[in-house]
């Protein structure tokens, strides 16, 4: 009798098995593997000659050995292989996606002093990350799937140089968290820096609302309204998380967008990070407009990928019990975040328009 009740359980387990395989494929169904995510972020120590650092501030943080763990990654392998051993991982995670071909890596200026004797300069007490434009190029060089993601603060001198020069190195796009760089994105002195992307036809893709993965920011710098100026110089920008956490002059963020996403042609937002615990339901609320809907993007935010932060079963007043269990099932990271966003009812041109909006051929 226990040999006869193994047996069902075995078949039962083994049937659930394809089963779920065949759910996991069926979500989507049109896609394969051809999505590209905008937007993934990694860091170093300086071991291997990256250039990169973080500072005293955030080493000491609660999160810095949070952000190791989620990167998969030691200190001691920094130590032993180099920084550029997390690049090689987040390739070889890619490449295990049955959904995402390739991944934008961003590098990460620092904070630049906008005045004083030392104004065009990086203040590396003030620079939280840094990662460097050389170090990220030479590295995404390496690998197929990785694509090269420039940072550049607009307060450096030689800003335009560094614009120019990225752009050769092939980068498809600038990536900006204001409130952590000292950037006023509403700063008229930054017109002849978003004159040149707009003539270089390079994207703009800066955090908006309010930051909580540092440990601390200018949180003001993020207001969604501050970037009219690049929208009116004819700038394609990409809001980061569509402005969902925060309020400015009393009006939450997520609300302040919103009519610029309709108002502006050349305004898209990335949908990256909008499955984490502290901002739920805002993707739902945005996929109820149409108009909003088409100028989504996808972007996974990657390390911020992993649970507690994101869960499937964080959206089950969206999604079924079984999309959940489906979803939470998926072990690599690219994978589970599109299921989960495929479940939430993410179309699939969302995930598609990537490869348009950063003009990668």
């Known amino acids: 009798m226990k040999k006869i009740v193994g047996i069902i359980l075995i078949l039962g387990f083994s049937i659930f098995m394809l089963l779920r395989e065949t759910q996991i494929e069926k979500l989507n169904p049109d896609i394969g593997k051809s999505i590209i995510d905008n937007h993934v972020h990694i860091a170093g120590l300086g071991y291997g000659n990256s250039g990169c650092f973080i500072n005293a501030g955030m080493r000491n943080n609660y999160r810095f050995p949070f952000y190791l763990w989620s990167m998969d990654v030691s200190e001691d392998e920094l130590k032993q292989y ?17 959904t995402v071909k390739q991944a934008v890596i961003l590098a990460m200026d620092g904070y630049i ?14 620079t939280q990350i840094f990662v460097p434009n050389n ?19 607009p307060n450096r001198k030689d800003a335009l140089q560094r614009l120019q020069k990225a752009r050769e190195q092939g980068a498809v796009l600038v ?38 993965s540092f440990a601390n920011a200018k949180d003001e710098l993020a207001d969604p ?4 100026l690049p929208l009116e110089l004819g700038v ?22 919103l009519p610029m996403i309709k108002k502006y042609p050349n305004l898209y937002i990335d949908i990256s990070s909008l499955t984490q615990a502290n901002k739920l339901n805002y993707l739902a609320e945005a ?17 911020l990928t992993f649970f507690p932060l994101t ?30 966003k495929t479940a939430l009812k993410v179309p699939d041109e969302v995930f598609l328009r990537t490869e348009k909006i950063l003009n990668i051929h």
């Open 311 to 340: 869960s499937p079963w964080y959206h089950i007043n969206h999604i079924s019990l079984a999309d959940a269990w489906e979803a939470g099932a998926i072990k690599n990271q690219w994978d589970r975040d599109i299921a989960l």
């Open 236 to 257: 394609t920008v990409i809001a980061a998380h569509i402005a969902t956490t925060g309020k400015s002059e009393g009006q939450d963020n997520f609300q302040r967008i």
């Open 135 to 153: 170090y990220v190029a030479k590295e995404t060089a390496k690998y197929d799937n990785l694509l090269f993601g420039a940072s550049i603060n």
């Open 225 to 228: 309204m501050r970037l009219k």
């Open 82 to 98: 180099g920084d550029q051993i997390l690049v090689q991982k987040v390739s070889a995670k890619i490449a295990n996606s049955r």
């Open 175 to 212: 990536k900006w968290i204001p409130s952590i760089m000292n950037i006023d994105p509403s700063n008229p002195d930054y017109i002849p820096f978003y004159r040149l992307m707009a003539k270089l036809n390079i994207p703009l893709l800066t955090h908006t609302g309010m930051e909580k």
């Open 113 to 126: 002093d906008d005045q004083g004797e030392h104004k065009g300069q990086l203040n590396r007490q003030e």
């Open 287 to 303: 996929l109820k407009d149409k108009a909003i809907t088409a100028k989504m993007i996808y972007g996974s935010d990657w390390p």
